[in-house]
Nanobody
């Protein structure tokens, strides 16, 4: 079992920044690829970003590319999502997820919810205009 706890959400004005953190416990963190997803009110959950087990490969949704950065610190069992130039349409509950996989995978693989074995409870991000 892996427990994931997100933090860092809040209310920010458009153009501002936030950094989300996801702390993992329970298993060897470096054996997991990690992803961030989000769900806006009335919409389906969607992929935001992912990072492979070593941090050597990252993947982003087109809507956040160039504004968001995913990173991980395996010594701290934590994955981060730095969000810059936030827009009102970024308002959502943000979830981190863990995939027990160290194999090389295509970018498409990480955009799907199916591969992820564990999910956090989510943290609210609200961007005001």
């Amino acid at each position: 079992q892996v427990q994931l706890v997100e933090s860092g959400g809040g209310l920010v004005q458009a153009g501002g920044s936030l950094r989300l953190s996801c702390a993992a416990s329970g298993r060897t963190f470096s054996n997991y690829a990690m992803g961030w997803f989000r769900q806006a009110p009335g919409k389906e959950r969607e992929f935001v970003a992912a990072i492979n087990w070593s941090g050597g490969r990252t993947y982003y949704a087109d809507s956040v590319k160039g504004r968001f950065t995913i990173s991980r610190d395996n010594a701290k069992n934590t994955v981060y999502l730095q969000m810059n130039s936030l827009k009102p349409e970024d308002t959502a509950v943000y979830y981190c997820a863990a995939d027990a996989d160290t194999n090389y995978r295509s970018s498409y693989y990480y955009t799907r919810e199916g591969p992820y074995d564990y999910w956090g409870q989510g943290t609210q991000v609200t961007v005001s205009s």
